[in-house]
């Protein structure tokens, strides 16, 4: 079971994209814009396939995936996540 830095920082990036395409598709899904979510959706899973191929080898490679995921859901919602063009309608007050 040998360790390569290389494979380390793939499988972090990897995890980093793939959150990040995942906060992406919930978005598109929550805005119901059908096309967008379809496209992050294929996006995320390929982006899981490296990740996963290069862990279940070798389970050090988890915590790297445990740092990048956290990552790129953070960095997602902290500078690229948009507020919806269109908010909700406030709620009627009730009699």
Do not use: C, Q
């Amino acid at each position: 079971m040998g360790f390569d830095y290389w494979i380390g920082a793939g499988v972090l990036v990897a995890t980093a994209a793939t959150d990040a395409a995942y906060v992406m598709f919930t978005a598109s899904v929550i805005a119901r814009r059908p096309f967008a979510a379809a496209n992050w959706s294929g996006i995320w899973y390929m982006l899981s396939s490296f990740a996963v191929i290069s862990y279940t080898n070798n389970w050090i490679y988890v915590g790297f995936a445990i740092v990048g995921s956290w990552i790129g859901a953070y960095l997602t919602l902290r500078y690229f996540h948009r507020e919806p063009a269109h908010p909700p309608a406030p709620l009627k007050p009730s009699a």
